[in-house]
């Protein structure tokens, strides 16, 4: 089945840092790939969606320049937090789309845990 | 606007019992998919089940059950003879015809349930 990586699974890092996930299809290519956050106890909202070889659309209210995303092969897609604070702490998601494929499953990653001091 | 409802935040049954978790949706689109996900404690989102907006046969999976009904919009899951290893967050999510559009999922707010022994 198809399966979806992310790397890494949990970070800690001190406030002001730079902390980069990535995200991988391992067995597929992903011509969409997605990035979602979830606080505690609360639903995965969308941050972005993000095309190979093109800009990634945020979502109303998401920094883009916060949130940088890259999805620079079809097979991989970056999310890079800039300057972390501890309000950007949270289990951030992925989720990548299988371009074969002519319905909408997502093959969702592990997810990463990102903790911000 | 498209939109699902969990309206259950939190159920608690004991083991063996039958509980159904329920999950309306709003769409204009007469194209769309319905999922449902499993979010146990580890995060890693489970996919349960697919269901396309002209396909309105209930499903069984073992003890798992769905119901999906156009004219109500909604697309209940039963569980039957609950275990205590099917204590997770439950997402009901729902997508936009895959022509045309990203294929981005709305996911409801989930419902948590317990599985007492």
């Known amino acids: 089945g198809a399966v979806v990586s992310q790397h890494p699974s949990w970070v800690i890092c001190k406030s002001g840092t730079s902390v980069k996930i990535e995200c991988r299809s391992l067995?597929?290519?992903?011509?969409?790939m997605f990035w979602y956050r979830q606080f505690p106890k609360q639903s995965l909202m969308l941050m972005a969606t993000?095309?190979?070889?093109?800009?990634?659309?945020?979502e109303q209210g998401v920094e883009k320049d916060k949130f940088l995303i890259n999805h620079a092969s079809l097979t991989l897609s970056t999310l890079t937090v800039t300057s972390a604070h501890p309000e950007d702490s949270s289990f951030y998601i992925c989720?990548?789309?299988?371009?074969?494929?002519?319905?909408?499953?997502?093959?969702f990653g592990p997810g990463t845990r990102l903790t911000v001091l | 606007a498209q939109k699902v409802t969990q309206a259950q935040t939190e159920i608690s049954v004991v083991e063996k019992e039958d509980v159904t978790l329920d999950c309306v949706y709003e769409t204009r689109d007469t194209t769309y998919y319905l999922f449902w996900y499993k979010q146990p404690p580890s995060g890693e989102l489970v996919f349960l089940i697919r269901r396309n907006s002209f396909d309105e046969q209930n499903e069984i999976s073992g003890r798992y059950s769905w119901n999906f009904q156009k004219s109500t919009s909604s697309f209940n899951f039963t569980i039957t003879a609950s275990q205590v290893v099917d204590s997770a967050v439950y997402f009901c999510?729902?997508?936009?015809?895959?022509?045309?559009?990203?294929?981005?999922?709305?996911f409801g707010q989930g419902t948590t349930l317990q599985v007492k022994p």
């Open positions: 067995d597929f290519q992903a011509t969409t």
């Open positions: 999510a729902l997508s936009e015809a895959p022509s045309g559009n990203t294929g981005k999922l709305i």
């Open positions: 993000s095309n190979e070889g093109s800009k990634a659309t945020y």
């Open positions: 989720s990548a789309r299988d371009g074969a494929t002519t319905y909408n499953e997502q093959f």
